[in-house]
């Protein structure tokens, strides 16, 4: 209800550089000249986490990672345009951009997506409070739509994080080391719910399949690895990652 009201009161504008839209795409956001401009993450990279190797040695980023996080993947470098459409999703108030960032994600290759299941990576819950909505879980069922896969709510955060953005990549590890647990730790399925839109029931049969997170941006990847830590010790043997945007890590050393 609320998208729709807003969809009627925004001039039919790109958000991104004010073009205004054609009547044909008056009920996107952003125009297709500012899509173009995203700049794609390509190979080479490191296969696990995707980030460009090191000149020498072999990756550091994803050294630490639980065994069962095999792989993250990111569709656009978070340049400027990018930046924005992701600022738009979290602090814009406007969860429908969303559809524009799977859009952008949908040609990531992920082995077994066919019986993967997508886990939004949550927010704490006085973020969620704030912001009204969790803008991963958008992302999550809008990329479910074109992927056509069910998005499951594995996760909770037990604990809000302070925001990552100053933090070293130790600092931010330590930061959200334990910060998730999975719904169904106790209980089994019964303490399970289906996010809506989506049809499938959590059973403990889920975490047979492969997961695939789903977040905005990567940066260093911890949020992602601690993720998939509390679902390695619920037992799932294969955790994906997949994110909209990717910072580019500052050296820190
Ligand atoms: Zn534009
Ligand atoms: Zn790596």
């Known amino acids: 209800m609320r998208e ?10 790109c958000l991104l550089c004010r073009a205004l839209l054609s009547f044909r795409d008056s009920a996107r956001l952003v125009c297709d000249v500012c899509r173009h401009r995203w700049r794609p993450v390509r190979p080479p990279w490191c296969a696990r986490c995707g980030q460009p190797e090191p000149l020498f040695g072999r990756c550091r980023l994803c050294a630490e990672w639980p065994a069962a996080f095999g792989l993250a993947r990111s569709a656009v470098w978070l340049d400027a345009g990018a ?9 814009g108030g406007l969860p429908r951009i969303a559809t524009e960032l799977a859009a952008a994600m949908v040609g990531l290759d ?11 990576v949550p927010l704490g819950r006085a973020r969620l ?26 996760l909770v955060r037990t604990r809000d994080t302070a925001a990552q953005t100053a933090l070293t990549p130790e600092a931010r590890l330590a930061n959200v080391a334990g910060a998730f ?6 209980g089994g399925a019964r303490n399970s719910r289906t996010v809506e839109g989506s049809a499938v029931r959590v059973a403990s ?12 941006v990567f940066t260093t990847g911890a949020t992602l ?11 799932a043997g294969t955790v994906w990652a997949v994110t ?3 910072a580019v890590v500052p050296d820190f050393t």
């Open 4 to 13: 729709a009201v807003e969809q009627l009161l925004l001039p039919a504008e």
């Open 205 to 216: 049969s889920a975490f047979e399949r492969p997961l695939i997170l789903v977040d905005d």
């Open 244 to 246: 909209f945007g990717r």
């Open 129 to 154: 409070r704030d912001r009204g909505y969790n803008q991963s879980e958008r992302l999550a069922r809008a990329l479910g739509r074109r992927w056509r896969r069910p998005v499951v709510d594995l």
């Open 110 to 120: 992920v082995p077994g997506l066919v019986s993967g299941l997508l886990v939004p």
């Open 225 to 235: 690895a601690e993720a998939a830590r509390a679902l390695e010790r619920a037992g």
């Open 83 to 91: 930046r924005e459409a992701v600022h738009a999703l979290k602090y």
């Open 181 to 186: 647990e999975t719904r169904n730790a106790e």
